[in-house]
């Protein structure tokens, strides 16, 4: 957990953004513990770690997508420094980007998995990975910029 966990949780935060990545990443490594017994020897740890926080992540997702929206009109958040502005506006950038961009630039690009896992992960060819990584950092250029928000 010690050498792994923080590469578990830039891939939780990656797809689900700073507010549910704790969760899926605590649940990450209780299935992880529940599933260490049946690990064969000599597997790559960290792949399979990133395989089950991609899995807990796309059900934290799919939980996100079926909750109830609020009714009433949120009070307002205090004002944030210039840094967490600009983490915010970087995460609704990224939360604009189709699901398998997302993914894709997450693994490739925060997590700096190769194509082929990537592909392997999104049950896709290594061409879709990169070609979803792709269009998903050239949206990002245009929403957010190459220097940061504008």
């Known amino acids: 957990m010690t050498s792994h966990g923080p590469t578990v949780l830039r891939v939780c935060r990656a797809v689900l953004g700073p507010m549910d990545a704790e969760d899926a990443w605590?649940?990450?490594?209780?299935?992880?513990?529940r599933a260490y017994p049946t690990?064969?020897?000599g597997s790559n740890v960290?792949?399979?770690?990133?395989?089950?926080?991609?899995?807990?992540?796309?059900?934290?997702?799919?939980?996100?997508?079926?909750?109830?929206?609020?009714?009433?009109?949120?009070?307002?958040?205090?004002a944030s420094s210039k840094a967490d502005r600009s983490d915010d506006d970087l995460w609704a950038?990224?939360?604009?980007?189709?699901f398998k961009q997302r993914v894709a630039v997450a693994y490739h690009y925060v997590v700096g998995m190769p194509y082929a896992d990537v592909a392997a992960l999104t049950g896709g060819s290594q061409d879709a990975?990169?070609?979803?990584?792709?269009?998903?950092?050239?949206?990002?250029?245009?929403?957010?910029?190459?220097?940061?928000?504008?």
């Open 26 to 33: 605590s649940e990450t490594f209780l299935a992880a513990l």
């Open 129 to 150: 990975a990169r070609r979803a990584a792709a269009d998903g950092i050239a949206t990002l250029r245009k929403t957010y910029g190459e220097g940061g928000p504008r």
């Open 39 to 41: 690990l064969r020897p």
């Open 46 to 78: 960290e792949a399979w770690l990133v395989t089950i926080a991609h899995r807990k992540a796309i059900d934290q997702a799919r939980a996100r997508a079926r909750r109830p929206l609020p009714v009433d009109p949120l009070r307002e958040r205090p």
């Open 93 to 98: 950038a990224m939360q604009a980007l189709p």
